[in-house]
Structure formats: C-alpha cells, structure tokens
C-alpha cells in the first residue's frame, strides 16, 4: 500500500467559493487567479475546473501560462508580473497572454517587438503598496509616451495592501488616490483582490482577480461579512505507528514534548518536507477517528507525531486529517504563526493531489 498523504481537491467548493465571489460584484468581470500552481491546489486542475465560470486565469510568471496551454487551456491568462525580459514579450504573444507592465524597462522592451506580435498589455500603478507599478504622478505621462502599445484592451490596475482588514482605512486611501489618476487616462480597471472584493465593495470594477477566497482562505477580519466559503483542500495522511509511552519520556528531535502521564503516541505520515510547517507548535490540533488530536514534539523532514491518549482504537492506518473541513487552515496557519496562502502554497509536489466531485 502506498503513502496516504493526499490534498484533496474540492472541485465543487472550488466552484462554489469563484461564483460567490463574482456574484458579489455583479457588474464587474472577475478572473481566477492560479498563480503559485492554483495557491497548491494544481493549477491545471483549478483551471479546468473554473474554465466555464472565469472567462480569464492570472497568473505571476509567464512559465505558469504556458504550462496551462499545455494543458489545453484556452482562456486569456493575465501575467500579473508582466515580462522579466524581452523574450517574454514574444511568448506572451504567442500564448495569447496580457502582461501587466508595471515599469518603463518593460514598455521598451514590448517596443521592440514587431507591431504584429506584440501582446495586449495592462499598465500597473503604485497606488501606495510599494511594491510593484508606475508612481502615481507619472502614470499619465507613460500613457501618453508608450500609446501606440496600449489597446482596447488595456486595463490600468493597482493592488491594495490592506484590504483583508476592514477596519483598515489605508484601502480607502489608495483606491481614493488611484481613482484620480484612472479617471483622467479613460480605460477600465482592475483594483480588487478577493478580501477587496468582499471587503470594499467600492473597489469592484471592471475585473476583480480572485485569489484566496476561491481556494477557501480568510478574506475578512468582520464576522458580519455575508458569504460563504467553502474549504477547497483537505491535506490528509493516515497513521505509520501507536506506541504507549511512561510519563517523563520525550518525544521527537530535541525532545520537545515531554509526557507529564503515561501517553499514547500516533506516528503520522507527514513532515515538512510535504509542506505541513515545521513552525508548527506542540498542541496544533489535527483530526483523528473524529476527534482532535495534538501534535506532540517537532515536525521531521516525513513524519509528525500527534498525542491520541484520550481517543481509543488508534490504529495504523487510520486516517488523519491535518486540515480541511474539521481543522481549519487558518487555524494550524495560527499556530505556525503564519497565515493560510503559505500554508496551501507550500504543499510539495510529493504530496499527490486528487481532485474530488461531491
Ligand atoms: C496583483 C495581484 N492581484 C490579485 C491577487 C489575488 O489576491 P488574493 O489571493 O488576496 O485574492 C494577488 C495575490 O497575491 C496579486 O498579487
């Protein structure tokens, strides 16, 4: 038999979690993004599921595009990073992709490309991230410069950095700020992230780009907000060895977990090296025989080690659930100290992912 550990991938609350968020924004055209192989969940498999919902995928690097036309499939795809060299300019072409430009180096090089291939672009602003876009008070001026390479379906966009927090007033400021600019050049745009989408109803325009909320990740600090989201991955393994053990005995590297009563011990087949944390703390909760069970010592390269004292019948082979719809992500993100696009991202690729249909 085969290693147990599985993400399973929840076709239907993939589906569900992309249609809620786009009817949130009724007006507006919203896209997948599947960048970072779909948050984890597979990028191909993401896209084929979405395809007939999200008339266009995102994604960072133009090497993700390529690998879903690959896949056959056919949708515009949106290179949130647009070219890192001139080359890329050609291959977007080619892959029917529009790369989001965010500097001038990147209009010069889609200049040199001849008129006849030369890519849809989109032009970036830094509306006050700092991290990628053309400063706001130079946006209409390389508009004017770099015309002859924008077309009618030029979107200018920004990105917020603040938008999973609703109380945060920093959104308000960049999407006030980035308006002013936008209204003068005259295309559409492109502003909300899945937490804006939910959060800021002001800021859904003509394409909102859908990331986390779709894969089921927090999109909002109120409880008052009205949707559901669905977890769309379960990361699962099954139980390697049982073992009793006297009080005073440690467990694992560096013995961090110590036994203050005669315990019993699961070995699970999971370790960092498939991706579930190292950070992870001893008590971070997993799912056994339909109880919660407590991760008991560090997390090795292949394996971890969960207390199941209080749970009877533990055996090898019983299924373990590490998150998913009994343990929330967020909540072991929580006790990494780290929050839930990391955790679904860093699912290895030995960790085979099985795509499931209710
Ligand atoms: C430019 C851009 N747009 C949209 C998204 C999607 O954001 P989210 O996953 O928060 O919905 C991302 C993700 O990081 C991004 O970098």
């Given at each position: 038999m085969s290693r147990q550990t599985q993400a399973i991938i929840h076709a239907d609350?993939?589906?569900?979690?992309?249609?809620?968020?786009?009817?949130?924004?009724?007006?507006?055209?919203?896209?997948?993004?599947?960048?970072?192989?779909?948050?984890?969940?597979?990028?191909?498999?993401?896209?084929?599921?979405?395809?007939?919902?999200?008339?266009?995928?995102?994604?960072?690097?133009?090497?993700?595009?390529?690998?879903?036309?690959?896949?056959?499939?056919?949708?515009?795809?949106?290179?949130?990073?647009?070219?890192?060299?001139?080359?890329?300019?050609?291959?977007?072409?080619?892959?029917?992709?529009?790369?989001?430009?965010?500097?001038?180096?990147?209009?010069?090089?889609?200049?040199?490309?001849?008129e006849d291939s030369r890519p849809h672009v989109w032009l970036k602003v830094d509306s006050g991230m700092h991290r990628l876009g053309f400063a706001m008070s130079d946006i209409e001026a390389i508009a004017k410069k770099y015309r002859h390479l924008l077309s009618e379906q030029t979107v200018i966009a920004t990105h917020f950095a603040c938008a999973d927090d609703v109380d945060n007033r920093f959104t308000g400021t960049q999407l006030r700020a980035f308006k002013q600019v936008a209204d003068k050049l005259g295309f559409p745009t492109s502003v909300a992230n899945s937490p804006a989408t939910v959060n800021f109803p002001e800021s859904r325009n003509a394409w909102n780009r859908l990331g986390v909320g779709v894969y089921g990740g927090a999109v909002s600090t109120s409880?008052?907000?009205?949707?559901?989201?669905?977890?769309?991955?379960?990361?699962?393994?099954?139980v390697l060895a049982v073992r009793n053990i006297a009080a005073g005995e440690g467990v694992g590297y560096g013995q961090t977990w110590v036994a203050d009563k005669p315990s019993k011990i699961a070995t699970v087949g999971i370790g960092y090296a498939d991706g579930y944390p190292r950070h992870c703390k001893n008590g971070t909760?997993?799912?056994?025989?339909?109880?919660?069970?407590?991760?008991?010592?560090?997390?090795?390269?292949?394996?971890?080690?969960?207390?199941?004292?209080?749970?009877?019948?533990?055996?090898?082979?019983?299924?373990?659930?590490?998150?998913?719809?009994?343990?929330?992500?967020?909540?072991v993100a929580a006790w990494a100290d780290t929050i839930d696009y990391e955790l679904m991202t860093r699912i290895s690729q030995r960790v085979p992912r099985i795509v499931k249909y209710l």
């Open positions: 609350a993939l589906l569900h979690n992309f249609k809620a968020l786009a009817a949130l924004a009724p007006t507006s055209q919203s896209m997948a993004v599947v960048k970072a192989d779909a948050y984890g969940h597979g990028a191909v498999n993401v896209a084929r599921i979405l395809q007939h919902v999200s008339s266009r995928f995102a994604v960072a690097i133009i090497e993700e595009a390529i690998a879903l036309r690959d896949a056959g499939i056919t949708a515009p795809i949106i290179v949130l990073e647009g070219a890192h060299q001139v080359k890329e300019c050609k291959m977007a072409y080619q892959n029917n992709c529009i790369l989001v430009m965010h500097c001038q180096e990147q209009l010069d090089w889609l200049d040199k490309c001849p409880n008052d907000v009205d949707i559901e989201i669905y977890s769309t991955m379960t990361l699962r393994s099954s909760p997993v799912m056994v025989r339909g109880k919660r069970a407590y991760l008991a010592g560090r997390v090795s390269m292949d394996m971890i080690t969960i207390d199941v004292t209080h749970i009877d019948n533990v055996n090898v082979g019983d299924e373990v659930e590490l998150w998913g719809q009994n343990v929330s992500i967020q909540e």
